[in-house]
């Protein structure tokens, strides 16, 4: 008798390593829990630009050397569209062009499909997914807040007409505390612009998905996954099933896991001669860089705290003069420290502090014992990192939903020190304001105190949460569980 195939996880990732790393590393769990009753299924989409397509193709090298059952089903390359005004928009519509290749892909497995699993720009997928009778999920890399806000925009896009910014007082969400305006993610700042619509059409589109899977623990977010739990986001619709099954850090990131026969990064060898906890650590993201003259005030404020500290910093994406990536992903180029730093900086700070002008090793940066805190764009995965290490920080959100995740690192979960940030003059931080945020970051006063107690505590949340018996393991086994009942051969 032929013995039955093993069902597989088809998976729908966008190429952006946020996204396709974290979605990919959740499902391996998964993969690796499950003892061998699945397979992954990996339906590659070929990136907009070369640059995430030479990334792409580097995770799925990786990925197929891994031994693990993991194949790859490369879909049909579609035209970008040419006409798009937004990164959100572009995202989303690009991903959509490929929804007949995606449905073709999985109506020709061969063996049973136990879901289909979608990155959060694919959630109208789930129409693929419901024509071919296979379980749909969603894959949210970002936060449980995000989640919350996104469920719940098609009802305050009713509720409230005019701009969130010239709402008077705070925009309600249930689940998190209300939101100032000033805090928004970007893609609802402006309801004119298409990037608005398409995210109120993929938070609609999240409420007809079998489960959502969410890249979080119960633990770090407790009101907004509650509110959703408690059909709270959409009054009278219950929200599909989420399993919080985080903090996974999405691992196999340039320069990380290195060879321990290899001597360390730069980096490190640097933070091997500082105190513990001496060290303030900043870093933005893959995108984020600042031109001279923001250079200037973060200069005179690491000057004139006077901690140590290790900064990665970056100069203009090379399009800053040119057509940017459809994307967004527009990468910041190595900065030319001579050109981008005052005159004197690097003699007067040598010792104290080291200037790192291309991509560093932020994984291994955040696990150091010499690193006391970390200013950052707040991107999500960076916070799991920080917070995974126990470690407070000051967020200086520049783009996406950082913004929100600034508001709710500082307000509700309590692990950060605030920074004034003035988004109106893109992003802008003045010198006194770093001082400030950083002297309290590192050092004494009550907030910062506050800020360091509480992370610290988040690093036995964290890594309880994923330990045999914790939450996320627990959403993990539920979801395996799902995945398992689920699991059928598409209808044709
Ligand atoms: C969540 O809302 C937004 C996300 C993104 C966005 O887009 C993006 C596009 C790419 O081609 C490559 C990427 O790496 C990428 C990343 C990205 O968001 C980041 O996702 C992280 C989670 O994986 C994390 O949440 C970070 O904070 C995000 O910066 C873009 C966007 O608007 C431009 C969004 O509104
Ligand atoms: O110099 C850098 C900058 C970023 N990162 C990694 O890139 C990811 C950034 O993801 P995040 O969600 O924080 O922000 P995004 O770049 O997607 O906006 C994290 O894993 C970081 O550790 C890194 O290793 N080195």
Redesign the pocket.
Known sequence: MAATPTPTLVLLPEW???HLMSMIESCKRILLGGGGAFSLTLLVMRPPTAEATSDVEAHVHREAASGLDIRFHRLPAVEPPTNSVGVEEFIARYIQLHAPHARDAVAGMSCPVAALVLDMFASPMVDVARELGVPSYVFMSSTGAMLALMLHLPVLHEAVTVEFDEVEGEVHVPGLPPIPPESMPCPVVDKKSPNYTWFVRLGDRFMDATGIIANTADELEPGPLAAIAEGRSVPGRPAPPVYPIGPV??LG????NKDSSEPPHECIAWLDTQPPASVVFL?F???GWFDAAQVVEITAALERCGHRFLW?LRGPPASESGAGAPDGSEHPTDANLDELLPEGFLQRTTGKGLVWPT?????DILAHPAVGGFV??G?????L?SLWHGLPMAPWPL??E?HLNAFELVNDMGVAVPLKVDRKRDNFVEAADLERAVKSLMGAGEEGRKARVKAANMRDVCRKAVQKGGSSDAALQRLSEAFHQGAVLPEM
């Not at 990131?253 to 990380?256: D, F, P, T």
């Not at 991509?359 to 994984?363: F, M, R």
């Not at 991107?379 to 916070?383: D, F, I, L, R």
């Open positions: 952006g390593a946020g850090l999405s990131s340039r320069g990380s870093c993201g893959s995108m990665v991509w560093a090793p932020q994984k950052t764009h991107g999500w995965n960076s916070v990192e783009y996406a950082q």
